[in-house]
């Protein structure tokens, strides 16, 4: 039977779309390698000849005493994906909670203290890079001196990864951040609309999820933005990445720390190799992207495991084996 030209023209229609939808398929996936492929650039080799802290020494500042798992979570997933040693800097109530979770953690309680930003200053020297915000909570009198902490880490220039209740508190004072291009932002959907609106005065277009994290990385001074959500939008300002590595339907609490954790220390190995390993590209954005990958892998490789009883406990299990996976094969 002879087709009609409607039809015939219906067709062709189709045949077009699923070939540009292909297309854009095929390049999205080509894209996710050759951006793993610079992270994996980045990543450290082991060696017998290497003295402990060269791969990286992390601080976390967060953690009060309704908020103790967070910074666990942070602190434990940068020594999972390669930190030699990881500092967790605390309100005196957590830290006790935070040492029985862990003696692998080196745990400061002196975040609550009239000192807190004199008694952190002394170890600014020796860490690599900081997490701020898992567990913070929002006392104002620690985030006062949160706020002491990350104008002294500017001063000595160490690379700062903010989540959590650091951005509320970023929110209040987009100036503390404005600027300082060692500083990765990782909002969720909710803590971005609340930056957006503080630093852009103006509710977020949910229609160009891409356009609204270059203008809120743009507005903060090319401070790289990390949207996590469905996927992640990643943004320096100049550039826009996209992670959609395959994760699950699960969403307990804690993912974002495992993701805080993991980029502190791949920041640290990024700044290290420097853009002539991320072929140009900005070194914090390449680290992000790793972040990003290895979390969802984290979660994909846990969910098949345990399904709707997944827990981000499962998901550190299973870092080594994401690493491995992502970057070492």
Not at 26 to 40: A, F, G, K
Not at 223 to 251: A, F, H, P, W, Y
């Amino acid at each position: 039977m002879a087709l009609s030209p409607r039809c015939g023209a219906i067709r062709a229609c189709r045949r077009v779309l699923e070939r540009v939808f292909s297309l854009r398929k095929v390049h999205s996936i080509q894209d996710m390698e050759n951006t793993l492929q610079l992270v994996r650039n980045i990543i450290p080799p082991l060696s017998s000849t290497k003295h402990k802290g060269q791969d990286g020494r992390i601080g976390v500042v967060g953690g009060c005493q309704e908020y103790t798992g967070a910074p666990y979570f942070a602190a434990i997933s940068a020594l999972k994906v390669g930190a030699d040693l990881s500092h967790v800097f605390c309100a005196s109530a957590a830290a006790p909670v935070i040492k029985a979770y862990s003696p692998e953690l080196i745990v400061h309680p002196v975040l609550d203290s009239p000192s807190a930003v004199d008694e952190v200053e002394k170890w600014l020297p020796r860490l690599h890079a900081l997490v701020v915000g898992p567990g913070l909570g929002r006392d104002d009198a620690l985030l006062r001196n949160v706020q002491g902490i990350l104008e002294a880490s500017k001063a000595r220039d160490i690379p700062v990864v903010i989540d959590a209740d650091g951005l509320w508190l970023v929110a209040q004072q987009p100036a503390l951040i404005q600027g300082y291009q060692k500083a990765v932002l990782t909002p969720n959907h909710m803590e971005f609309s609340r930056l957006y609106d503080a630093v852009l005065r103006g509710p977020v277009d949910s229609d160009d999820r891409h356009g609204s994290v270059l203008r809120l990385s743009q507005a903060l001074g090319n401070v790289t933005v990390v949207q996590k959500g469905e996927r992640d939008i990643l943004s320096n300002g100049q550039q826009v990445l996209v992670c959609s590595q395959e994760g699950s339907s699960r969403r307990c609490g804690g993912q974002g720390d495992l993701l805080s954790g993991s980029l502190g220390v791949l920041v640290h190995w990024a700044l290290l190799a420097g853009p002539e390993k991320t072929n140009g590209s900005s070194p914090l954005l390449v680290a992000a992207f790793g972040a990003c990958s290895l979390t969802r892998q984290c979660n994909h490789q846990a969910f098949q495991k345990h399904g709707r009883s997944t827990t981000t406990s499962d998901m550190i299990a299973e870092v080594g084996a994401a690493f491995r996976k992502l970057f070492e094969t």
